[in-house]
Each structure stands twice: as C-alpha cells, then as structure tokens.
C-alpha cells in the first residue's frame, strides 16, 4: 500500500534545451480518457519520482524516452537515477515499454514506444489495453484506395507493334560489402568504449549477431541490447558479447503474427521489461519488470537501520560489531 511522501520535491525544470524527438512510430505515447493536469498527480510518489514524473508528463507524445535524454534535461539527476525512477514509475503503474511489429507484407519492422498514463494503473488494465493495442492497425497505416475498374486500353495496332518498355537492373550491393550485423558490431566500440572489437572478434560473433537480425529487430536495438548495463571493467569484450548475444536473443515472431492476406497492416505489441528491455508476455512482465529486475537493487539507497536510535545506543551497537570483527 502506497503511503504519502510529504518532502517536496523539486520542481520539474523548463526545457532548458530543444528536446530530442524519436522517429517517427517511436517513443512517448500518452493512453486516452485521463483527466486534465493536477498539481497532485503525483502526490503519493518520492520527491525524486515526483520529479520526474511530472517532466515526462509534459513532453509532447514521440518524445525520446532513453534514459541517456532524459538525464540531460535534469540536472539533478544522472543516468542510473533516472532509469531507477523509471523502473519505479513502471511499478507504481504510469508507463510500460513495448516493442510494436508494424508494417505491410514482407516489410514489418519493430518500433519501440513507452506509453505513459498520468494516473497509475494496474497490471489487469494495461495488460488488457496492450493486447487491444496489438489487434489494432498501425497508426501510421494509410487505408488502400478503393478499388476502380481501369479503363479498356485500346488494342494496338498490328501496323506499330507495342514495345516492351526496358526496366534497368537494380544495382546490388558490392560482393565484399560487410553484412549489417558486422557493420553493428564493429561501431560498439564508437558507442561504448568497453567493447572495442578487432576484425577477427566481428567476425566471430557476425554470424549469431545476424540471427538478431533476421528475428525482426534492427541495429540500433541490437546495439541497445549489447551495450545496457555493462560491468565497470570489461576484461574480454567479445567473451561478454558472445554471451549476451546467446543469452538475450528476441523471441521469433510467431507464424500466426504474420498478414493473412499479401499486404495486410501488421501491429502487432510485446511488451519488454523497463529496466533491462527482456521482452516477455504482460502475465511474465508484472509491474513492467522481469523476475530479475524485480529483484532489489542493491545501489539503490535504502532506509538506515539505526536511524530513530538513541545515540548511547548507536554506540552500543558499533562497539558490538567491532567486537564481532575482532573475534574473526
């Protein structure tokens, strides 16, 4: 049961700053039928939860939703902050991350969105509201025109014969051209410099790299994958990686997501954990957080257990430690 946080919490700052916007289809996605803004929306949240809450609450939908954007508009706040404020606030009911397949015939993609909700719900509401949301057609779908008999061409005369009209061939790509899964992996070492990766390391993780690929998901979420929550020392760049790269594979996309009928809209919605993006059902996702990540954080501050003692008593309990310390 939520109690109240009377400590005020900072006020939520201006955009000091143009903030940046996702592609279109991606990022900040509000849910319908809320009340207007209040300034007790988030009474019952922690001063910094409050905080933040209240400035993602005033970004226009598509606005970036990556910790790394948000932390630059708060100055308060770095990045590990800012992404266990998220976590949170996916607790507490107000987002939830997905992954959408969104597209027409052979060409489906994913796209990643966090839909947010003023007011806290439950994990029966947003569980019911992200398997609506995976019947609908994409929003970004343009209905076909309807259909027109096209008018009778008239019969070409035997005295000047049609011609075929020439299509020129497409170019293909250069045979020695690297394959996007290589391409990706050798550009984490410019994104993060922990997993700088030689020739040969490419090579060796080239080919499970393009499973990733070929389950749907892009580069740039591979590259999300790889790259979120590393250790502060990295020893053996591509042992971590092989690693990751077995380990965090996306699920195939079942045959029965894909179009009955040749260019149909396909959205389809699968949710993924808030904190470490592992992709799962609403049921395996409560609170929006895998089993792992609902686990405590252990650099998360937490109440002080002396705190309310006298101090005698604070003394008392040092000098028993010390006591216990010597013993060993």
């Known amino acids: 049961m939520a109690t109240q946080h009377t400590s005020a919490a900072p006020r939520t700052p201006a955009l000091s700053r143009p903030y940046p916007m996702a592609k279109p289809g991606y990022g900040k996605r509000s849910m319908p039928d809320q009340p207007a803004p209040h300034a007790e929306d988030f009474a019952l949240l922690p001063a910094r939860e409050r905080y ?3 400035f993602v609450d005033h970004l226009p939908d598509g606005a970036s939703m990556d910790v790394k954007s948000l932390a630059k508009q708060l100055p308060l706040y770095g990045q590990q902050a800012v992404g266990s404020a998220l976590k949170a606030l996916s607790v507490a009911g107000h987002l939830r991350r997905v992954r959408c397949l969104v597209g027409e015939g052979d060409q489906v993609r994913w796209v990643f969105r966090t839909f947010w909700s003023r ?11 992200l398997a609506d949301e995976g019947r609908e057609p ?11 008999p096209a008018e009778e061409e008239p019969e070409a005369s035997p005295a000047t014969p049609a011609v075929p009209r020439q299509r020129m061939a497409e170019p293909g790509p250069a045979p020695d051209a690297p394959s996007p899964a290589y391409l990706a992996l050798a550009r984490l070492g410019r994104t993060e410099p922990r997993l700088v990766l030689s020739a040969a390391d490419c090579a ?6 393009a499973e990733w690929l070929d389950r749907g998901v892009d580069t740039d979420y591979l590259t999300r994958a ?16 092989r690693r990751r790269l077995h380990d965090k594979i996306p699920p ?3 045959p029965a997501l894909a179009p009955s009928v040749p260019g149909e809209p396909v959205h389809r919605t699968l949710p993924e954990c808030t904190r470490c993006g592992a992709p799962g059902r609403p049921e395996a996702l409560p609170d929006g957080l895998c089993r792992a990540c609902h ?12 705190a309310g003692l006298a ?3 604070v003394r008392a309990r040092a000098g028993h430690v010390r006591e216990l310390l010597r013993a060993r």
């Open 119 to 129: 007011t806290a719900r439950d994990n029966e509401w947003w569980g019911s509201y």
């Open 252 to 254: 195939h996309v079942p």
């Open 295 to 306: 686990r405590p954080d252990p650099t998360e501050p937490v109440a002080a257990p002396l």
């Open 311 to 313: 101090a005698s008593d």
């Open 138 to 148: 994409a929003p970004s779908a343009v209905a076909p025109p309807p259909w027109v």
């Open 226 to 241: 790889l790259t979120a929550r590393l250790p502060a020392q990295v020893d053996s760049p591509v042992g971590l990686l």
């Open 52 to 54: 933040i809450a209240g």
């Open 204 to 209: 060796v993780l080239e080919a499970r790299a």
